[in-house]
């Protein structure tokens, strides 16, 4: 596997002209490509990747898998059953696998190698700005997800240190939701996201591998031999209508949204051909997609109608089987969330440069003070922001919503632009097809993104 890095080269910041570069160096957290060169014309080029196809397909099930597993069971609880989860799932893999191969397609098109410097380079500075500026709100929103998972687990795990009823009167006020996350965000998520580089991501790759299959296993056993405390609530065998079928979208687009740091990693492979890549991902999908799928149904099935949107939270706080897995979960958060603030930083970074006109070169003796006020203010807007909106499933609905853009419409936008460009006078059926199909991704995505915001803006008004 490749060697983890993001931006690990101190001389990647300062070399530069474009006031943007920082932005658009967000690379995979698994990952380590080689620099273009000029003459790299060919996936045969000296300026190749190390990545092997084996290797290749691991780092993307492992960018694929994480946090989003807990909700899937309530995905297939929103669905209506495990039918209908079952199908959106499958449908929406095909879409997932193709806007993938689209990416690659188009990196290949324009030897780019980042899910911005993309879609920068085949639909333009306008579409580029918004993907940067999509990027940044999704990071910030994971963040706000991960502190909230941080706070639902160890609610769990308190209780039983402290050997008392959840939520019971009389608690001490170290034992205080809100004074828990605090404390645990300052000691370690805070001074994991100041430096300026980051160099323990293949520890984090390690703890999310290691416990979103501990996690999956977990739920699979307690639904084989379950305890005898846990009922389950109403099994839904069909949906009430077809519009709750689709908000179960957001979670699935949440949880297998892996596109932004699939550029980076069809470039670090030895040969990166789009046919090869095509393989690399549909093995990668069929593997988080069973991953999912265990954890979905079973937990589902455990637990009905009455399971929480993060399921953990439904299991019983003394099962200690299941308080590892929280453990595991907390740890997994923990240095991720200092990753994805990275990226989220680098792409603001670089939207402030390039609105003040200021090459990166000229600016090195003010980049600390920089750095540390956006590390504050991101951390303390997000800490916040989770201590007062501590319903997972509202922040995993919007930020799912967001991550549809990444999936489909970006995605969409780049396949139709990239076929619009041929210069070809008669244009074949496939043409027609593929920027039909292109159209058909972005209304899907923007269908996506339009509902949950709907969702989110007008049933908390109307609630």
């Known amino acids: 596997m490749a060697e983890v890095s993001i931006n690990s080269d101190l001389g990647e910041w300062g070399s530069s002209s474009d006031s943007g570069e920082r932005a658009r160096l967000l690379q995979s957290p698994c990952v380590d490509t080689a620099p273009k060169s000029e003459g790299e014309a060919s996936p045969e080029g000296p300026g190749r990747g190390t990545t092997s196809t084996i290797g290749a397909i691991f780092i993307v099930v492992n960018a694929c898998l994480g946090a989003g597993l807990l909700n899937f069971p309530a995905a297939f609880s929103t669905a209506g059953g495990l039918a209908a989860g079952v199908t959106l799932q499958m449908g929406m893999l095909v879409f997932i696998i193709s806007g993938l191969v689209i990416l690659a397609y188009c990196s290949q098109a324009s030897n780019e190698r980042t899910y911005q410097e993309v879609v920068w380079a085949v639909c333009g500075k306008l579409t580029g700005v918004l993907c940067e500026v999509t990027i940044a709100i999704y990071t910030f929103g994971t963040c706000i997800a991960f502190l909230i998972i941080i ?41 994991l996201s100041i430096p300026r580089e980051i160099g323990f991501q293949k520890y984090a790759s390690f703890l999310s591998v290691v416990g979103t299959w501990y996690v999956t296993a977990i739920i699979i056993i307690k639904y084989i031999w379950p305890d005898k405390e846990m009922t389950p609530g109403d099994i839904l065998t069909r949906p009430a ?50 991953v999912y799928m265990g954890t979905g149904i079973c937990g589902f099935l455990t637990f009905g109608a009455a399971v929480d949107p993060d399921v953990l939270l439904s299991y019983p706080s003394e099962d200690m089987a299941v308080a590892i897995a929280r453990a595991f979960i907390i740890l997994s958060v923990l240095t991720s969330y200092p990753i994805l603030h990275f990226c989220g930083r ?45 319903d997972i499933g509202k922040v995993i609905s919007v930020i799912g919503g967001l ?10 936008l780049c396949l139709i632009q990239a076929k619009l460009s041929e210069m070809e006078e008669v244009k074949p059926a496939s043409w027609w097809a593929l920027v039909s199909y292109g159209v058909l991704l972005v209304t899907l995505g923007a269908f996506i ?3 949950t915001t709907a969702n989110a803006i007008f049933v908390d008004l109307l609630a």
């Open 151 to 191: 706070g639902d687990q160890q609610d769990k795990i308190i209780a039983v240190m402290a050997k008392e009823p959840e939520g019971a009167g009389g608690s001490p006020w170290y034992t205080d939701r809100k004074f828990t996350i605090s404390l645990t965000a300052f000691l370690f998520i805070l001074p």
């Open 241 to 290: 209508s077809w519009v709750t079928v689709f908000n179960a979208m957001p979670t699935i687009c949440f949880g297998f949204q892996c596109h932004v740091s699939s550029v980076p990693v069809f470039n670090s492979m030895r040969r990166p051909k789009v046919k090869t890549w095509g393989g690399v991902v549909t093995a990668a999908m069929i593997i988080a997609l069973a």
């Open 346 to 390: 680098a792409v603001v970074e670089g939207l402030w440069l390039r609105y003040q006109g200021m090459p990166v070169e000229e600016d090195v003796g003010r980049e600390r003070r920089r750095r540390m006020l956006q590390t504050l203010v991101w951390f303390l807007l997000t800490l916040l922001l989770a201590l007062f909106i501590p």
């Open 403 to 412: 991550a549809a853009c990444f999936i489909f419409v970006f995605p969409g």
């Open 449 to 451: 993104f339009g509902q």
